[in-house]
């Protein structure tokens, strides 16, 4: 597509359930990194794909969070048992070669509610 | 540690009018890269600006414009001739190529343009 794309834009879940969010970025893109945006806070690292090396996993809050990236492509974030903590808007980019000085491409993230 | 400061969580101009959004960072590295970025409603964050460390030319781009102080850490940024459509978060950004594949994150200034 013609930018990143993020799904589902909204999704309401009950605590204790497992919610998957999916991002799929520019097509050609080999950088990938989920964020997290909480209420009045900035946004908070989670992970980093860069094309195949091993992703940089330091930012993930609690062993509840995983990600994976397939084929070098799509990517889906995965929070199990969600905690009411855990609502925000998740936020995917991507970047062309992920190296320091290149822009950032946004989806319009996921907003996460566990009620 | 790299930390991004932004001390105005909200603010106002008058349509035409400039303002300026302040930013401070702290960081050891010498080697870095600045942004700002804006979020709309719509959420999907877009580059606004860059600057590399290692001008000391200061980055514009039309109405868009920055003050890097080096020495005092310091990455505001100037919007002239304020536009309705400038309503949205701005967000300041630092990443260097030395302290990981992350980017850090103020926690945003929210900006209201006038009519």
């Not at chain 1, 860069?50 to 995965?78: C, H, I, M, W, Y």
């Not at chain 1, 009411?84 to 000085?101: F, I, M, P, R, T």
């Not at chain 2, 590295?29 to 001008?55: C, D, G, H, T």
């Not at chain 2, 967000?91 to 260097?96: Q, R």
Request: one cysteine or more; aromatic letters at 12%; charged letters at 15%.
């Amino acid at each position: 597509g013609a930018g990143v794309s993020q799904s589902p834009s909204n999704k309401v879940t009950e605590k204790g359930k497992d919610v998957e969010l999916r991002c799929d970025p520019i097509s050609g893109h080999t950088a990938l990194y989920w964020y997290r945006q909480s209420l009045g806070q900035g946004l908070e690292f989670l992970i980093y794909f860069q094309g195949n090396s091993a992703p940089d996993k330091s930012g993930l809050p609690s062993d509840r969070f995983s990600a994976e990236r397939t084929g070098g492509s799509v990517s889906t974030l995965t929070i199990q048992r969600t905690q009411q903590e855990d609502s925000a808007v998740y936020l995917c980019a991507s970047s062309l070669l992920g190296v320091a000085h290149e822009k950032l491409f946004f989806g319009s993230g996921t907003q996460l509610s566990v009620l | 540690a790299q930390t991004v400061t932004q001390s105005q969580p909200e603010m106002s101009v008058q349509e035409a009018e400039t303002v300026t959004l302040s930013c401070t960072y702290d960081t050891s590295e010498n080697n870095y890269y600045l942004f700002w970025y804006k979020q709309p409603p719509s959420r999907q964050m877009i580059l606004v600006i860059r600057q590399e460390a290692y001008k000391q030319q200061n980055a514009t781009e039309n109405r868009f414009s920055v003050n890097f102080q080096k020495a005092a850490k310091s990455f505001s940024l100037k919007i002239s001739d304020s536009q309705l459509g400038d309503t949205a978060m701005y967000f300041c950004a630092f990443i260097s190529p030395n302290t990981g594949n992350q980017f850090y994150f103020g926690t945003g200034t929210s900006l209201t343009v006038i009519p």
